[in-house]
């Protein structure tokens, strides 16, 4: 099946810090989505980004789908931009596999 | 909020027992996905049903089953239940079937199995 990697791993951030977040994936996708995982648990929708740039707020995303990667850039971060980034892309037509995340902290 | 519902948020359940976890997917979504998220295996894939048949299978085990109901309501079943079935479980709904789809997520339900 299709590997997703994340990376780094982990992201201490001063609040008001930027910071970009990465993702690979083994194979050509038609579908990539990043979730933002707060720390109660709940996986939130922060893009659908099949390719190109979009932004929301303080938050952007690119996919460069012909070099298997995307971005996520978190400008300005805030205490409640902790936790954890999950890149996810479709495998076998159904499911969403997901990297393993990278776990956001931002310090006040 | 993304429109998923699941109940309940939490349960906390003994070894042996068996639970029924709960779904309702977007309005107008036809397809719900059941994924599981613990902390040695992350987020895997567990089925996924599209308007009442069920699609595809993933990592699923034979004691946990799932249905999707007319009303496109779904339930997951886990039965003879162990302490390593304590996990996070995640509900998705998208409108469609296929790897254009995007899924939205519920709160999950959180498992506890002493």
């Known amino acids: 099946g299709i590997q997703v990697e994340q990376s780094p791993p982990d992201l201490i951030l001063q609040e008001g810090a930027n910071s970009t977040l990465r993702c690979n994936f083994s194979?050509?996708?038609?579908?990539l989505q990043w979730f933002h995982q707060n720390p109660w648990g709940q996986l939130i929708n922060l893009f659908y980004?099949?390719?190109g740039t979009k932004q929301n707020g303080r938050l952007s995303a690119t996919t460069v789908a012909t070099e298997r990667y995307s971005l996520l850039y978190i400008s300005s971060s805030q205490t409640t931009d902790s936790g954890v980034y999950f890149c996810?892309?479709?495998?076998?037509?159904?499911?969403?596999?997901f990297g393993a995340g990278t776990t956001v902290t931002v310090r006040a | 909020d993304s429109g998923v519902t699941q109940t309940p948020k939490h349960l906390i359940t003994a070894t042996g027992q068996r639970v029924t976890l709960r779904c309702s997917p977007r309005?107008?979504?036809?397809?719900v996905y059941w994924y599981q998220q613990s902390l040695d295996q992350g987020l895997q894939f567990l089925i996924q049903?599209?308007?009442?048949?069920?699609?595809a299978k993933g990592n699923i085990l034979e004691r946990f089953s799932a249905q999707q109901f007319p009303d496109l309501h779904s339930e997951l079943n886990l039965s003879s239940l162990e302490l390593g079935d304590s996990a996070l479980y995640f509900c998705?709904?998208?409108?469609?079937?296929?790897?254009?789809?995007?899924?939205?997520f519920g709160p999950g339900t959180r498992l506890t199995v002493l």
């Open positions: 309005s107008g979504d036809l397809s």
């Open positions: 980004i099949p390719s």
């Open positions: 049903y599209y308007n009442g048949e069920e699609r």
């Open positions: 996810a892309v479709p495998s076998n037509d159904y499911k969403l596999s």
């Open positions: 194979d050509s996708v038609n579908n």
């Open positions: 998705a709904s998208s409108q469609g079937t296929g790897s254009y789809n995007e899924q939205f």
